[in-house]
C-alpha cells in the first residue's frame, strides 16, 4: 500500500474540521480552528449546514469504526475483498482504512466526534478550498455532501463523503477507486454508496 493512497484517507477527519491548505498534516500538530473545536462556542448548525432533523444517539459513534462500520460483506461491495482494517486516531476522532492491495481501491471511515461541530465544521472550513462540492440527497434521512480538496486525492480517483447524524457530530467516508475504475466512475458516486451502508449498520446499532 503507497503511502500516497494512504495518507489522505487517515487524515480525512482532520481535513474536514480544519480545512487545511498545505501538506503539513501531522496529528501532533493538527491546525484546527480553537473557535471550532469547543462544544457549545457556536450555535448549531451554522455556515450553511442543514439541520439533522432526527438525529442518531452519540453512543453510536462511541466504539471503533474497524468494527462498527462496515462488515465484511459491505466491504467486499466496497473495495472488492474483505481485509482488515487498519485503526488510527485523529484530533478529530477514531479513523479505520481498509486497502485492496490487489487492485489498488481504498476506503476510509472516520468519526469527527471531538470539534462538536458535526457538517457545520465542514461548511465553515472545507468548503471554502473544495474543488468539488456536492450536497447530496439524503443518506437515509441525514443530510449528507460529498468533496474533494487539494490535499484529499485527484478528483478522478478520490471523494469523501460526510453524513451529518447530528447537528454536533458527523461520519466521515473516504474513496479511492481501484486502478480498472479510474476514469470510469464517479468517485464520489461509489463514496456516496458506500456511506449508505455505513449508515445502514449505524442506524441498525442505534435500533432503527
Known amino acids: ?38 462544544a457549545g462556542s457556536t450555535s448549531l448548525p451554522h455556515s450553511g449546514a442543514p439541520k ?22 459491505q466491504l467486499k461491495r466496497a473495495i472488492g475483498a474483505t481485509v482488515q482494517g487498519k485503526p488510527d486516531t485523529l484530533a478529530t476522532g477514531p479513523t479505520c482504512d481498509w486497502g485492496n492491495l490487489e487492485t489498488g481501491g481504498h476506503v476510509g ?8 461541530q458535526g457538517l457545520s465544521g465542514l461548511y465553515q472550513n472545507t468548503k471554502p478550498q473544495a474543488i468539488i462540492w456536492r450536497e447530496l440527497p439524503l443518506i437515509q434521512g441525514f443530510p449528507a455532501v460529498a468533496h474533494v480538496t487539494p490535499q484529499g486525492g485527484l478528483p478522478d480517483v478520490f471523494c469523501a463523503v460526510d453524513i451529518g447524524i447530528a447537528d454536533d457530530l458527523s461520519v466521515d467516508v473516504g474513496i479511492f477507486l481501484g486502478g480498472s475504475k479510474k476514469g470510469k466512475v464517479d468517485p ?7 456511506a449508505d451502508l455505513v449508515m445502514t449498520t449505524l442506524r441498525q446499532r442505534a435500533g432503527g
Open 1 to 38: 500500500m503507497s503511502r500516497r493512497v494512504a495518507m489522505p484517507l487517515l487524515v480525512l477527519g482532520l481535513l474536514v474540521a480544519c480545512g487545511c491548505s498545505n501538506g503539513n498534516l501531522t496529528q501532533s500538530t493538527p491546525s484546527v480552528d480553537s473557535s471550532s473545536t469547543q
Open 52 to 73: 439533522v432533523v432526527n438525529p442518531l444517539p452519540a453512543s453510536v459513534v462511541s466504539g471503533d469504526p474497524c468494527t462498527d462500520t462496515l462488515n465484511p460483506e
Open 109 to 116: 471511515v472516520g468519526y469527527t466526534t471531538r470539534t462538536r
Open 188 to 194: 464520489c458516486g461509489v463514496a456516496a454508496q458506500v
